[in-house]
């Protein structure tokens, strides 16, 4: 039985390693640059020490790494709207010296929580403000003052309904 027993495991684990060896070549992706001329392009636009909301996984993860990671645009704050809605976002404020944060976090219905439209209010004349995947459903608190504008592929830029181009209120 131990005997039979190791021979399966044994032919069920050659024949796995006989699988990916022949499916690898078909699937490897280590030459792809996808990810990284998207958050690139993303960034390029953007004007000098803006602020850039990011909504998303793979937006939120591939524009922080290139930012963090390999520095690039460090004149910018890129904030993760998910991230600021945590009771632990407060602890984070001082990475971003050039952004008010109204309050502990992001959440329009907590006691120590900021809506949408107290953070845009906070910096809206100090700095252009974008997102990329927009806000929280949840919170319409800006919709009567600010609206998003679509200037790239999925990038807005966030305007005053009074500074906002013509055409757009």
Not at 51 to 59: A, F, N, S
Not at 82 to 96: K, V
Request: aromatic fraction near 12%.
């Amino acid at each position: 039985p131990n005997a039979t027993r190791l021979f399966s495991l044994s032919a069920v684990v050659l024949i796995l390693a006989i699988a990916v060896a022949i499916s690898y070549p078909k699937f490897d992706c280590s030459e792809s640059h996808v990810l990284s001329t998207y958050a690139h392009d993303q960034l390029a636009g953007i004007p000098e020490g803006a602020i850039l909301l990011l909504t998303g996984d793979v937006v939120v993860n591939t524009l922080q790494y290139l930012h963090i990671c390999e520095g690039v645009r460090p004149d910018l704050s890129l904030l993760s709207v998910e991230h600021m809605t945590y009771s632990w976002w407060a602890r984070y404020h001082h990475m971003y010296p050039n952004v008010s944060f109204p309050n502990e976090r992001y959440h329009p219905f907590a006691p120590n929580g900021f809506s949408m439209l107290d953070f845009l209010d906070a910096n809206y004349r100090h700095r252009p403000i974008f997102s990329i995947g927009g806000t929280r459903r949840d919170d319409p608190s800006m919709k009567d003052k600010y609206k998003e504008v679509r200037v790239g592929y999925n990038l807005h830029r966030i305007f005053r309904l009074s500074d906002a181009p013509q055409g757009v209120q």
